[in-house]
């Protein structure tokens, strides 16, 4: 691809929100779809003139690094493939650029959820908005080239849609680059989940313990990530076990100690989730079914992360 200004990288898993994320943009710049679909799926379907590279089915931070280093332009705008940009998103992209001084690394676009009106928002969908106000976000973030080839792109031992660009971001800051907020935005519709996709987020868990080995214990405040609640998953799971250790031995008493404390720990964590939703049946149901089965799956997923942890480490992260 011949050098410019500006280029688009969009991963994808062939998701049928490819196309209207395209739309705004084709013709107007250049755009470089990474395919990160596993094995040799058909043909994506993109318009002409489209870019399209192979990811392997790495996950995203690969799928980017991918994508970046497919482009020669200046700035490399990242935009994921089920945001919507509005008509204007690409003179406002460039007007966010010029503006950015030379130590400027990364600008970061606004992304706007819609939320249904008339009635609370559910569970998932809180999930969503959540990325109005999360820092360097990669569903629509330029980062400077200069500043991408510096810090070697994102680390690909982040395997999932998870930390990889929070852990980018610090690694861009520490190396003496600034990523501002710039005018522009994007709409990040909701898109549909299972019901049990509060679980497999949980996978995530396993990430935060490469994020502390790297970034060190106070990578959250230094990411701007909010504390989460492993505490009470380990002391949820905790009572579980012990529960189930002193039923299996026929300590009553244990078990029905520990068991309390289970419950009262799940029936808060339930309480927790319920009271800002819509409280429908169908989600009251989906909650109270879901947070017994989370803190298991939180524990389960962070234990794995120090299991593998030794091996990542040993791996070595992105080099310049």
């Known amino acids: 691809m011949s050098e410019s200004l500006v280029a688009v990288v ?6 049928a929100s490819l196309a209207p994320a395209l739309a705004p943009l084709v013709g107007r710049l250049p755009v470089v779809v990474v395919d990160d679909r596993p094995g040799e799926p058909a043909p994506l379907e993109v318009p002409a003139g489209v870019t399209v590279v192979h990811g392997g089915g790495r996950g995203p931070a690969a799928a980017r690094n991918a ?3 497919a482009s020669r ?3 490399i705008a990242f935009l994921d493939d089920d945001v919507l940009p509005p008509p204007n998103w690409v003179e406002a992209l460039h007007g966010d650029l010029a503006r950015c001084a030379a130590d400027v690394g990364g600008s970061q676009g606004r992304l706007v959820v819609p939320l ?7 569970d998932w969908e809180r999930s969503t908005a959540g ?5 360097w976000a990669t569903a629509d973030l330029a980062y400077r080239r200069a500043a991408l080839l510096s810090v070697g792109g994102f680390d690909e031992r982040f395997p999932r849609a998870y930390r990889e660009d929070a852990d980018l971001g610090l690694r861009v800051e520490e190396a003496g680059w600034r990523i501002v907020r710039g005018d522009r935005h994007v709409h990040h519709p909701v898109r549909p989940a299972h019901w049990t996709q509060s679980i497999r987020s949980q996978r995530g868990n396993a990430d935060d313990v490469l994020m502390r080995a790297v970034h060190g214990r106070r990578w959250r405040a230094r990411a701007h990530v909010p504390p ?3 505490r009470w998953h380990l002391a949820t799971t905790a009572a579980l076990a012990v529960a189930a250790a002193g039923a299996a031995r026929g300590d009553k008493r244990t078990a029905v100690t520990a068991g309390l404390g289970w419950l009262a720990l799940t029936a808060d964590l339930t309480a927790r989730r319920v009271a800002p939703g819509p409280r429908t049946p169908a ?13 298991v799956a939180a524990v389960r997923w962070w234990l794995s992360g120090w299991v593998r942890l030794p091996a990542l ?6 080099a310049p």
């Open 10 to 15: 969009m991963p994808t898993v062939g998701r």
């Open 67 to 69: 994508g970046w280093r």
């Open 283 to 295: 989600e009251v149901g989906t909650m109270t079914v879901t947070s017994v089965a989370l803190p």
């Open 131 to 135: 990325l109005e106000s999360a820092v």
């Open 228 to 230: 989460g609640r492993r």
């Open 313 to 318: 480490l040993r791996q070595g992260g992105p």
């Open 73 to 75: 332009a200046t700035w």
């Open 116 to 122: 249904p009106a008339g009635r609370r928002p559910t």
